[in-house]
């Protein structure tokens, strides 16, 4: 018995060092690599992943900034899917807004980067200034505010009025039945961002002998051109597109809680990170707040997946 | 200064009809979209009783400069000299956008051009994490910065910028289309690992950077400091005119000017960047 166990512990202990060895090697046959990489992997690794790392261990906490975290293990997950009525809500609402500000954005971007690339340098450069303003400029979508005010001076009531459509004001941002679809169009004014100008930048990237050789083999038109030599030719940059669109779309708060309030009326604005917020920065419940992260985190990484193997079929 | 406003003609796939819908959908939308810009510059120079004309207008009356002069006068009373507040962000913006540029590059020039263990789970571990909320990563932020002492310094907003996941990935993607033969040649005549990424890889993704330029450099700009920093003589330009501009009603004017310098910052680097990546363009020949 003791024998067969030392043979076993050296068996191992062999392994471990030729493994240790292997690693050495590989890092010593690759060190141009390694410090290439060293000085972002250590700032990323301290600012970045460590601190998700220690968020995702706190989701397992019950912490509330003061005292120190208690353990809980997965008491905050079951309490979010079983008696969080309100996280629900908001998982409904944050599921709407994605499910249309994620592809109907990234379809914008996709398309406005495209049609402005059609033009002469000056001129395209002219029209990515406009179309990217909204969000260069700050908190101007409230601008759209004014245009929902609940009175008849609103602009959409007082136009809706001198048409003689309606005979009084709606309180747009306070009806819950508005809110979200707002919500969703000033979120899409808005999102000609960072996809945008990274698909320009791509399609600026692409060989412009390509084009030629797709005329001589026959592309008809420009719809046919996009499909077959612009689209493949940029994949790298449409899944950029992809994940920017999916991290915008499921985190979104930062429009949503000025325009619709906070907490809106009846949560129908609610949406995962504003209940994060809620707990994180109202309740002092870090580590319920954690859970939340972790849980949109997870949703996202599949969606993220499954967006991969659907861009893998363009340009087919 | 002649511009064309010709779409270009020397592809044989555009129908003239297509060529003006295009142009339709673009002058349409583009004024839809340019409304917060020209919102933003009227209302500097809108007088007292037009900033708080109800609905509010658009366009602006009777231009005026008095907010500018407020503004001015209200700059040269600080207690802090203006100067001091605006070489703490030019400190931000230049050290942060620069750093992230290079750092984030090399590291993306290596992960997706050598061959090297770990390499894959490294890339995958970026686009992870720009997915978890940076809402509740903020108290452990806090906690790293205390630990290594970095409370109340600029550092602790340049360093943490030079690894933001967002430069990575974007230059990670563009440098996938650098084909490998243009790597071997250089290195076949001997050219350095470092000569070959700033005298070949970098300048073949021009357009990347130039672009993660303008990204970086409006998220730096927009920081207030307030996380990290505490002492008034370390805060940045926009904290500061972000105080001014918070004075209640009768700041109102100044409030709209600091909304103008905050937006006309980042669209002159992001004209002079774009006119940049049109300079590329032309001397490879395209445009």
């Not at chain 1, 508005?178 to 969703?184: D, G, K, R, S």
């Not at chain 1, 950029?240 to 809680?257: E, L, N, P, R, V």
């Not at chain 2, 295009?22 to 037009?50: D, H, R, S």
Request: net charge positive; proline share 5%.
């Amino acid at each position: 018995m003791d024998t067969q166990i030392t043979v076993e512990n050296q068996g191992l202990m062999y392994n471990l060092r030729h493994r240790f060895t292997r690693l050495g090697r590989d890092i010593a046959r690759n060190k141009t690599s390694y410090l290439f990489l060293a000085p972002y992997a250590i700032i990323f690794i301290t600012f970045t992943v460590l601190p998700v790392l220690v968020s995702i261990i706190l989701s397992f906490t019950h912490y509330n900034m003061l005292e120190k975290p208690v353990w809980i293990g997965w008491q905050n997950y079951l309490k979010l899917f079983l008696s969080d009525d309100v996280f629900l809500i908001a998982v409904k609402n944050t599921f709407v807004f994605a499910a249309i500000t994620g592809p109907v954005g990234y379809l914008a971007c996709l398309f406005f980067a495209w049609m402005v690339n059609e033009f002469k340098p000056k001129i395209r450069a002219f029209f990515t200034l406009l179309f990217y303003a909204p969000s260069i400029s700050g908190n101007a979508f409230l601008v759209w505010q004014i245009i929902f005010d609940a009175d008849q001076y609103g602009y959409l009531n007082g136009l809706l009025m001198s048409l003689g459509l309606r005979d009084d004001p709606i309180a747009w941002l306070y009806d819950p039945r508005f809110i979200l679809p707002i919500c969703i169009i000033v979120t899409l004014w808005m999102s000609l961002g960072t996809s945008f100008l990274v698909f320009i930048a791509g399609l600026q990237n692409i060989d412009p002998s390509l084009y030629e050789a797709g005329a001589i083999d026959g592309v008809r038109n420009r719809w046919q051109e996009l499909w077959y030599i612009t689209l493949p030719s940029m994949k790298p940059q449409l899944m950029f597109g992809a994940i920017m669109s999916i991290t915008s779309s499921f985190a979104a708060s930062a429009q949503i809680i000025p325009l619709a309030g906070f907490p809106s009326v009846d949560y129908a604005a609610r949406t995962v990170v504003s209940h994060l917020l809620d707990y994180g920065s109202v309740r002092f419940e870090m580590g319920y707040a954690c859970a939340i992260a972790t849980v949109l985190f997870l949703a996202m990484v599949i969606t993220q997946k499954i967006v991969q193997r659907l861009l893998s079929k363009v340009g087919e | 200064m002649k511009i064309d406003f010709s779409i270009r003609r020397m592809k044989i796939s555009r129908s003239a009809g297509g060529d003006i819908f295009l142009l339709f959908v673009l002058i349409t939308t583009g004024l839809f979209m340019a409304i917060p810009l020209v919102y933003t510059i009227t209302g500097a120079f809108k007088p007292m009783n037009e900033i708080f004309l109800y609905p509010p207008r658009i366009l602006v009356r009777n231009p005026t400069l008095d907010n500018f002069k407020d503004l001015f006068i209200l700059m040269s009373e600080t207690w802090i000299p203006i100067t001091r507040y605006l070489a703490n962000s030019l400190l931000i913006v230049v050290l942060g956008t620069g750093g992230h540029v290079i750092i984030s590059s090399m590291g993306a020039y290596v992960v997706c051009k050598h061959q090297f263990p770990g390499k894959r789970f490294f890339s995958e571990m970026v686009v992870l994490s720009l997915m978890f909320a940076a809402e509740v990563t903020a108290i452990p932020n806090f906690l790293i910065m205390s630990k290594l002492g970095w409370i109340n310094t600029l550092k602790s907003i340049i360093v943490p910028a030079w690894g933001y996941s967002l430069g990575f990935y974007l230059m990670s993607r563009f440098m996938t289309q650098i084909p490998d033969v243009l790597l071997e040649a250089a290195k076949l005549d001997g050219a350095s690992e470092f000569r070959i990424f700033w005298t070949i890889v970098m300048p073949s993704v021009k357009p990347a950077w130039l672009t993660l330029m303008i990204l970086s450099f409006q998220q730096l700009w927009r920081d207030q400091g307030g996380r990290f920093i505490y002492k008034e003589v370390l805060k940045p330009l926009p904290y500061a005119l972000q105080q001014m501009a918070s004075g209640g009603l009768a700041r109102q004017g100044v409030a709209a000017v600091v909304g103008l310098i905050m937006m006309i910052i980042p669209i002159i680097l992001f004209v002079f960047n774009q006119s940049k990546i049109v300079e590329t363009m032309t001397t490879s020949g395209i445009d």
